[in-house]
């Protein structure tokens, strides 16, 4: 027995402000047969002046007084009303109260009414005494007893044999120690001997199952009043009892539902949660839990699934979390992440279909019933008791998430209503977890697919450089940042290599640097030198920050950048690099030996200054290691540059290592920190061509270079066992070298590089480059560039110093490449400029 014994009423003035119900009893006539304290505090009669006297003295004004007899017949028809009406003070004044009367039945046919006044607000006239008779209604479940001064029980209401079971019969002249034999009525009767002895009130909370008969507890709230006769003196109590197992249970599942919130949702992970929600079922209500995904849900592909969308199928379920009271959750058939299988005509279907709850309080196994449909969960359900059933749907937004399952087997008490709606609030609350979660993964997927687009999958270093790259991002919520790097293949077997670094985080920060890595991806096909290539780079980042002022839609973001572009040749081992604002390059040469050249700086791209780009060319020992990285590998918060640039040469500094294991070292020397940046770093380790590979001549510069050409092209092309090459080379050489000696004055110089491909470079004097052009029929020239595009894999033309380069490819095919399309014979190809 839990109980609570608090005094409510001490000395207080008179004046009708009180703070407790005030009591009174009328007998069906409309008598006052009995007063109290807190009445005569409301209203400011005494007992002496009200009791045996007409109760409208007090309710309502004297002039309706002939009404109170059929008001009283109402209240007999509805065993009761409840509403507001105005009582008369003793001083004249009217005032709004709270008035329930409650129909009170003693031995034979003999009634009473028990009148609960209490405040309810300002006066407001009579304008409340006309919807006096309007407000007949159905008191609420309050228990009412009336005890003489022995404690025998005079009166009654039908409520009390809801609250201690005990019928009318025994009740009415018997004290309550005589019909309920129990501690907890000896206590009560206490607390009553007190009210009859001080005159005032004390209100007693306890907890009652025997008398009741219920398997559960009830709370119940009694407040007991002293009743005074027309002297003044005691007549006996009034006890008026509550039950409060709803409100405490209320109380109960907001404190559980306020536990789950900080249980729930810990991650962003959907399985995680999952797997939270079903932990806290079972702890709380169920004997075993489980929680079904759609199955998109936990990789944030696809449409969600919208409520009611489901009537010709049903969605795919995927097991997600899973909790019993039973050591390897042996109830059920799935373990996580295996797909689970709905059968068409079930509670389960019905619930994803509707997206409503379902409870079966007592499961039906017997034949004929749904279960007969699933054999896997008819087997479980019998092996292990399961006998009470809920199905609660989780949903978000209108979007189907899945549903939650939650049995009993070894708690014998079957699911009831509070433990539905219980389940209903937990689901609910978990489903704004799993709705987030799912959002999360639906941007983590998009951004991890944005960041898979806009880098480079494998890096492609050819003959030129074995690179290895790594990029950690600081927004390691997405998997995506600014920062980009790149090995572009270039003709004559040469490689460009490039990092950059956009300012800012996250998915707008990848949006630009994915417009920039394909700008330069660009200008790189345009042969371009790194000084000059980062000078149209910075035209393009003014015009994005251009774009970005103009854009009145939103906030304009920082538009910036950084870049470091390098282009490494393998035949001669020259390196020919610049940089806009970004770290320099750290070259470790063969003996391990770690270098920093002094680039030019530049200004990091989009500033606008006007100041030129600047090239720096040096030459490189076959197995050199050039590192390209971000500032996020070299600065953090404790340290400064310097100090990170003497941790990554010291974690370069290691010949003969593996150039993955290396790459790995040097990214680790910033593990364990949250870089406040993206960190990305592009290692490779330089080659070389052997002589054998490459052929080089001088032409003189008439027409007798073209058959020159032609007869030197076919020597090394068999000298090099590619005589299958040797017609469609021989007509791509022709062709160069003709336009060279018909539009430039000095020397021509033929080469043929044997790497990947066999490339074909004839070197002029003049700066127009070629142009490919349609002739028309009539035409006597412009046909050349025609059938060199036809016969190689690609063709450009690069500027060099002191002239050009016209440049083709050709597969290394052991066959002869197909005849080009029917065409007039090969004339000369003007330059055009």
Same mark, same amino acid.
């Given at each position: ?49 009200? +009791? ?14 002939? #009404? ?63 919807? +006096? ?21 005079? $009166? ?102 306020? =536990? ?13 949660? #999952? ?38 199928? *049903? ?67 019998? =092996? ?15 979007? @189907? ?14 699911? =009831? ?149 390098? *282009? ?79 941790? @990554? ?17 040097? *990214?680790?020397? *910033? ?22 590979? +490459? ?18 092209? #076919?020597? =090394? ?89 016209? $440049? ?26």
């Amino acid at each position: 027995m839990a109980s609570t014994d608090t005094v409510t009423i001490g000395s207080r003035q008179n004046t009708h402000k009180a703070t407790e119900s005030a009591i009174m009893m009328i007998d069906e006539h409309g008598t006052v047969v009995a007063w109290t304290q807190a009445a005569e505090q409301l209203v400011g009669y005494s007992a002496r002046d009200v +009791v045996g006297r007409p109760a409208a003295l007090v309710l309502p004004s004297p002039e309706e007084a002939e #009404s109170i007899s059929a008001f009283i017949e109402q209240c007999r028809a509805h065993n009761g009303w409840s509403g507001t009406a105005a009582v008369r003070h003793r001083d004249g004044r009217l005032f709004d109260v709270g008035l329930r009367l409650s129909l009170l039945r003693g031995q034979d046919t003999a009634v009473r009414w028990l009148v609960t006044v209490s405040e309810a607000g300002p006066p407001s006239g009579e304008a409340v005494n006309g919807s +006096v008779q309007d407000s007949i209604a159905t008191p609420a479940s309050i228990g009412v007893s009336i005890r003489d001064v022995g404690l025998r029980c005079a $009166w009654a209401n039908e409520t009390m044999e809801s609250h201690d079971n005990i019928p009318r019969d025994r009740r009415l002249g018997r004290r309550f120690t005589e019909a309920w034999p129990d501690a907890k009525a000896e206590a009560l009767e206490g607390v009553m001997r007190q009210v009859l002895q001080s005159g005032t009130t004390r209100v007693h909370e306890y907890r009652s199952s025997l008398a009741t008969g219920q398997r559960r507890d009830h709370t119940f709230a009694a407040s007991f009043f002293c009743l005074q006769g027309a002297d003044g003196q005691a007549i006996g109590v009034c006890a008026i009892s509550v039950d409060l197992t709803e409100s405490h249970q209320a109380r109960e599942r907001l404190a559980l539902l306020s =536990q789950a919130s900080t249980r729930l949702g810990s991650t962003l992970d959907v399985i995680q949660t #999952s797997q939270e929600l079903a932990d806290l079922a079972v702890s709380l209500f169920a004997d075993f839990a489980a929680v079904d995904l759609e199955q998109s849900v936990p990789f944030g592909e696809g449409p969600p699934v919208r409520i009611g969308s489901t009537e010709d199928r *049903v969605p795919q379920l995927r097991r997600a979390g899973l909790a019993s009271i039973h050591h390897g959750v042996p109830e059920s058939p799935w373990v996580r992440g295996e797909p689970v299988t709905i059968p068409p005509v079930s509670p389960f279907t019905d619930v994803l279909r509707t997206g409503r709850p379902y409870l079966e309080p007592i499961l039906n196994s017997a034949a004929g019933t749904w279960i007969d449909h699933d054999p896997v969960r008819a087997e479980k359900i019998h =092996q292990h008791g399961i006998h009470s059933v809920m199905l609660v749907p989780i949903r978000a937004r209108r979007a @189907l998430l899945g549903v939650a399952l939650f049995v009993r087997t070894d708690n014998p008490a079957p699911f =009831q209503e509070i433990d539905r709606l219980l389940a209903e609030e937990l689901v609910a609350r978990a489903a704004l977890s799993l709705d987030n979660a799912r959002r999360f993964a639906r941007e983590h997927t998009a951004a991890l697919a944005l960041q898979r687009n806009l880098l480079p999958q494998r890096l492609k270093g050819g003959t030129a450089v074995e690179a290895v790259s790594r990029y950690l991002p600081a927004d390691i919520d997405h998997g995506v940042g600014g920062d980009w790097f790149d090995v572009i293949p270039l003709s004559g077997a040469r490689v460009a290599l490039v990092v950059g670094d956009v300012v800012g985080h996250g998915i707008n920060a990848a949006a630009t640097m994915g417009r920039l890595r394909t700008a330069v991806h660009t200008l790189a096909d345009m042969e371009l030198p790194p000084d000059e290539l980062l000078t149209h780079l910075d035209d393009t980042v003014q015009r994005l920050a251009e774009e970005e002022a103009d854009c009145s839609e939103r906030a304009p973001a920082v538009v910036g950048a950084t870049c470091l572009y390098a *282009v490494y040749d393998p035949v001669t081992r020259r390196c020919a690099m610049a940089r806009a604002g970004h770290p320099p390059p750290a070259i470790v040469d063969p003996e391990g030996g770690v270098s920093f050249p002094d680039l030019p700086t530049g200004t990091p791209l989009g500033f606008g200054v006007g100041v030129p780009f600047e090239s720096v060319e040096m030459e490189l020992p076959e197995g050199s290691l050039l590192a390209l990285y971000t500032d996020g590998l070299i600065e953090t918060r404790d340290h400064d540059i310097e100090e990170g640039m003497r941790r @990554l040469g010291a974690a370069l500094a290691r010949p003969g290592r593996d150039l993955d294991d290396v790459c790995t070292r040097a *990214v680790e020397s *910033v593990a364990g920190e949250a870089p406040p940046d993206d960190v990305t770093m592009l290692l490779v380790r330089t080659r070389s061509l052997k002589p054998a590979q +490459v052929a080089s001549w001088t032409l003189p510069s008439d027409q007798t270079a073209v058959r020159s050409a032609r007869d030197l092209a #076919s020597r =090394q092309l068999a000298e090099w066992g590619l005589e299958g090459l040797d017609d469609p080379t021989r007509l791509i050489v022709s062709e160069l070298v003709t336009n060279a000696v018909r539009h430039s004055t000095g020397p021509v110089r033929l080469r043929l590089i044997q790497h990947q491909v066999l490339t074909c470079e004839v070197f002029d004097t003049s700066v127009p480059s070629p142009r490919l052009r349609h002739a028309n029929t009539a035409d006597e020239n412009g046909r050349g560039l025609f059938l060199v595009a036809q016969l190689s894999r690609r063709w450009g033309a690069r500027s060099v110093s002191g002239g050009k380069v016209v $440049w083709a490819e050709e597969e290394l095919a052991a066959t002869p490449a197909p005849a080009p399309a029917p065409a007039p014979a090969a004339q000369p190809e003007p330059a055009l400029t």
